[in-house]
């Protein structure tokens, strides 16, 4: 009796076990689908479930809006200018110059005595009135310029303008408020004083106007359309978000499997697949676009008068929206390689370059040290990296090499050996090996998908998968395995 309850206890056993078995495969190969599933590209997706491309439709739809909407961005063009005016009475035009209280320099004798504090003294010309000789007289003994003393002249005054521009296209016309200010500055005492202009310009709706023949349906389809490009940036936001949101979950969930099922972890290389980061730049694009738009639309009734940040928000959320489409040319055979190429390549590209700026950088403060007085391309760091870096393209080389002074023989010499290896060593050396780089990641990527072995555990994994997107095995949903509660690994 003992026995044969051995035996029925022993046969229960083995079909607990049998059982959590056959769970546990069924859960291996529903997980797999499910990954499979979801590294699958729009077409296939649709093909196995009718899930409609939406995200793509939608980036195809932005590449329009988003072009015409900075297209169609309004720029300044005045061309009716006055002064400003206050009760009938133009204001004045003001002149300042900022100069050392007490300077006594003596150039012959080597000496100098200087008082640095700094004062200013002011003179106003009126516009619109005839300089009378007396006033004439006035201004110029109240304008009297100490160049040894001066630092700096600055003119400030205010114009006003109407964009009648837009008359043609059945909108209402422009005020603008010009604030300029123009500085002569002399704080170098080199002999050269630069100049700056500044131009701060505030746009607002004129007073009285009255323009025959105006239609405002114009400025409402503007408007119109710039709705129509914030909903469709919004839904691209949130579809994009929701996708970014699911591959995250998604990563949990397959480090937790693999642990249960296989006693592996995850490598972080696997877990970066799950994070995609053309959503990522697309949704960095609609939201650029949507503040965007949203500037636009106060610019367009007269709110704002941020053009710059305007333009720089349109400008840089065209250019990630056209980049994005290349993940859509990435489903295709030829044009995935390219892409696969610039993915891999892109940490020992970002390693060499790290590598070569050291290099850069040291020939930009040795020339900026050493040739600065000499030579007009080497007097600031900036104006030097943008002379080094035309040289690496091979722009403006002779030019370069012939603008030196030869005042000194050691440093003429200097900057011969300096130019002839930095030449050197960027264009044959420097550039060669970034070359190299991106070319052997072509040719370990071009291999590899001709031998057609698995990059990492995730698509090993994935590759036992054979079942085809049209097999209808992935239109089911996938049911959780209770085998990771009940049967202990």
Not at 114 to 125: G, H, L, R, S
């Amino acid at each position: 009796m003992d026995e044969a309850g051995r035996t029925v206890a022993y046969a229960s056993v083995n079909t607990m076990d049998g059982h959590c078995l056959n769970w546990d495969q069924a859960a291996v190969e529903g997980f797999r689908w499910k990954l499979k599933y979801f590294f699958m590209n729009p077409c296939e997706k649709y093909r196995v479930r009718g899930r409609k491309p939406w995200k793509l439709a939608l980036q195809i739809l932005k590449i329009a809006i988003t072009t015409i909407q900075y297209m169609n961005l309004p720029n300044i063009t005045v061309g009716n200018h006055a002064y400003d005016k206050n009760e009938g009475i133009y204001a004045p035009l003001s002149v300042c110059q900022d100069f050392y209280r007490n300077a006594s320099i003596s150039s012959e004798n080597e000496t100098f005595d200087i008082d640095t504090k700094i004062e200013t003294e002011c003179a106003k010309v009126y516009p619109g009135q005839p300089p009378a000789e007396d006033r004439l007289e006035e201004f110029l003994k109240n304008l009297t310029l100490n160049f040894k003393r001066l630092l700096s002249v600055n003119i400030n005054f205010t114009l006003k303008a109407i964009n009648l521009r837009t008359v043609e296209h059945h909108e209402l016309p422009d005020c603008y408020n010009f604030i300029v200010m123009i500085t002569f500055d002399n704080r170098a005492h080199s002999g050269q004083i630069k100049l700056n202009l500044k131009n701060d310009v505030d746009m607002y709706q004129c007073r009285d106007w009255n323009v025959i023949g105006m239609s405002g349906r114009n400025i409402q389809y503007t408007l119109f359309f710039d709705c129509i490009t914030t909903v469709v940036c919004l839904a691209s936001l949130i579809l994009c978000s929701r996708s970014i949101i699911s591959g995250i979950q998604l990563q949990f969930e397959c480090m937790h499997f693999f642990w249960t099922f296989l006693g592996k972890n995850v490598p972080w290389s696997d877990r970066m697949e799950f994070v995609n980061g053309w959503y990522i730049l697309i949704t960095v694009s609609d939201t650029l676009t949507i503040v965007g738009t949203i500037l636009k639309i106060a610019i367009q009734t007269k709110n704002l008068t941020s053009y710059d940040v305007c333009s720089f928000l349109l400008g840089t959320a065209t250019l990630f929206t056209w980049v994005g489409v290349i993940r859509y040319l990435g489903y295709f055979r030829k044009y995935n390689i390219l892409i696969l190429t610039l993915r891999a390549a892109f940490p020992n590209v970002v390693r060499f370059c790290c590598c070569a700026s050291m290099i850069y950088l040291g020939y930009c403060f040795c020339g900026w040290i050493v040739l600065g007085p000499y030579h007009e391309k080497f007097r600031t760091i900036n104006t030097v990296s943008e002379c080094l870096f035309s040289l690496i393209n091979g722009d403006d080389m002779f030019t370069t090499f012939k603008n030196m002074q030869q005042r000194s023989s050691l440093v003429w010499l200097f900057s011969r050996l300096y130019l002839y290896s930095f030449v050197s060593i960027f264009i044959y050396t420097v550039l060669s090996l970034f070359i190299t780089v991106i070319t052997d990641t072509y040719e370990t990527i071009k291999k590899r998908q001709q031998s057609g072995v698995p990059e990492s555990e995730l698509h090993a994994f994935l590759a036992d998968c054979k079942d085809l997107p049209d097999s209808g095995m992935f239109k089911q949903e996938n049911v959780p395995s209770p085998c990771l509660s009940c049967c202990p690994r």
